[in-house]
């Protein structure tokens, strides 16, 4: 009898052979316009130029390869899988026609809020589409509002809709994806990724982060279900020697050991040291280094496949480089 995951596996090789000399073998960044329009107001951490400064730091040479593609709008089925229509409901009726207008204590939205989280999502979407057909090696969509605090029914931590979880399960439903990895060194801990696949044995999810601090989740022992969650939280001052450590000892041996068919990154890079909503001390090398090692897991694993998504990062100049240094690095595929 064949299995599910031999299937999948003859179809994934099916794919890449069909696709193999119309592979552009490069990196795909996806981003969106509607990311510029909403805007919180002032004194908020995720603003646009957040996404200007990444932007600019691309006009260099070293990313003239780089294949780009505006995020398309992504469609209310999509975001189905993972939300409740009450959700959706409550940003609707809470988005304003003019102004501003908070959503609970963390939140601001503005009329174009709601949009620019529909192309956030899209874009993790087309991302995921262009590295499962063979179009890119591996893609990085830099879009906000980020994703990975959104529960299923409820928008939190500058998060509308969770991004990362809408794009895992739109690779699971359109091609038969089984073995899904999530990897979040974000500085604060993704409880939104973790609470929709606490019960998902064919999801791992690995997240360093830094504790205490907001949301309060991500402790050792939170292990999910079917022991697919792993957290390695760091404290507060710890440097690039603490993270490594946290990788090689708990994430990258589990990440290699459950050999998924593709790996999602949370790539938040507001453990630098100069971001003003953490208390870690990365610095840009620490980001490359990372994503070297996550890269070759899925060159042993998953032919590659990589989808990297933004999440935190509040220095709009230090977010440019250590965005820089990861795209470099995912270049290097």
Not at 117 to 128: C, F, K, Q
Not at 130 to 138: C, I, S, T, W, Y
Not at 197 to 224: C, I, R, V
Not at 285 to 303: G, K, P, S, W, Y
């Amino acid at each position: 009898m064949i299995t599910r995951r031999a299937a999948l596996t003859g179809l994934i090789a099916t794919i890449s052979a069909q696709d193999l000399k119309a592979q552009t073998k490069n990196t795909l960044f996806v981003s969106a316009q509607n990311s510029f329009l909403h805007d919180p107001g002032p004194g908020w951490p995720d603003r646009p130029d957040r996404i200007s400064s990444i932007l600019n730091a691309l006009q260099a040479p070293e990313f003239i390869t780089l294949s780009k593609q505006e995020a398309p709008s992504a469609e209310l089925e999509c975001i189905l899988r993972v939300h409740t229509r009450q959700l959706i409901t409550v940003l609707e009726q809470s988005t304003p026609k003019t102004g501003l207008s908070p959503l609970g204590h963390d939140m601001t939205l503005n009329p174009h809020s709601l949009s620019a989280a529909i192309a956030s999502a899209g874009g993790a979407i087309a991302a995921t589409d262009a590295v499962m057909r063979g179009k890119a090696q591996n893609s990085f969509v830099a879009t906000r509002p980020p994703g990975h605090h959104a529960l299923a029914n409820q928008a939190m931590g500058f998060c509308l809709f969770n991004n990362v979880a809408i794009a895992a399960m739109h690779a699971r439903k359109l091609y038969n994806v089984e073995r899904i990895a999530i990897v979040d060194f974000d500085v604060h801990h993704g409880n939104g990724v973790q609470d929709f696949f606490w019960n998902d044995k064919n999801t791992l999810y690995a997240s360093t982060h830094q504790m205490p601090l907001y949301p309060g989740t991500g402790e050792l022992n939170e292990t999910g279900a079917f022991n697919n969650i792993v957290n390695a939280p760091l404290s507060r001052g710890d440097s690039g020697d603490q993270f490594q450590d946290a990788l090689k000892s708990r994430i990258l041996p589990r990440l290699d050991l459950f050999a998924p068919d593709i790996i999602f990154i949370c790539a938040g890079f507001d453990a630098h040291i100069h971001d003003p909503l953490g208390g870690l001390r990365l610095l840009e090398e620490d980001f490359r280094n990372v994503t070297l090692r996550i890269m070759e897991i899925a060159q042993r694993r998953c032919h590659n496949r990589i989808v990297s998504l933004l999440e935190g990062g509040y220095t709009p100049q230090d977010l440019a480089r250590s965005v820089s240094a990861h795209i470099k690095a995912l270049m290097e595929a």
